[in-house]
């Protein structure tokens, strides 16, 4: 069995770790980028599903 691991990063993306097939909401699937792969919670970033560090340019918290 293959490890999958995601890891909210404080202030930040989540980090996924492992091999995963990510669908589009198509169910497409988005061209893999390797691992790990760091996946955007603020819904900032213009390369969304994926992290482009908007979060770090706004100073996006995450809430408590």
């Known amino acids: 069995m293959t490890l999958i691991q ?3 990063l404080p202030d930040g993306p989540y980090r ?5 097939t990510i669908l589009d909401r ?3 699937r988005i061209p893999d980028r390797g691992s790990p ?4 919670r603020c819904g900032r970033s213009a390369d ?3 992290c482009d560090g908007s979060h770090a340019r ?3 918290k995450e809430d408590a």
């Open 26 to 28: 198509d169910g497409r």
């Open 58 to 60: 706004t100073a996006w």
């Open 37 to 40: 792969v760091h996946l955007c």
């Open 6 to 8: 995601l890891t909210a």
């Open 16 to 20: 996924l770790e492992g091999h995963v």
């Open 48 to 50: 969304k599903p994926f």
